[in-house]
């Protein structure tokens, strides 16, 4: 029993697990999150159907690559200046209102 006990925490992390913040974290910002799914979905799509790659909607959008992705990964949460930079790039909607003229 030692020796199975020794070898597993030889293979154990440095750095404690964090799954459970993360999950707490998920769980509180459901809400946005789910949004932000939906928006990298209809990202997702719209790129696949037009061909364009990460690094080609980044610089149509004035951004990095890799805030493209974070954003695709659905888990960013998303000010409205971004929102409507992916809807002038993608030609896509992804915010429902109905603006004043």
Do not use: F
């Not at 459901?30 to 980044?58: F, P």
């Amino acid at each position: 029993m030692d020796n199975t006990l020794n070898r597993l925490r030889q293979h154990q992390s440095a750095t404690p697990s964090r799954w459970r913040e993360e999950a707490e974290k998920r769980k509180a910002n459901k809400e946005w999150l789910r949004y932000s799914q939906n928006i990298a979905m209809r990202m997702l799509d719209k790129m696949d159907a037009d061909g364009i790659t990460q690094k080609q909607l980044a610089e149509r959008m004035g951004c990095s690559q890799q805030y493209v992705s974070k954003i695709l990964k659905g888990c960013e949460n998303l000010s409205l200046e971004t929102m409507a930079k992916i809807e002038c790039t993608l030609g896509i909607t992804v915010m429902q209102c109905e603006l004043a003229d």
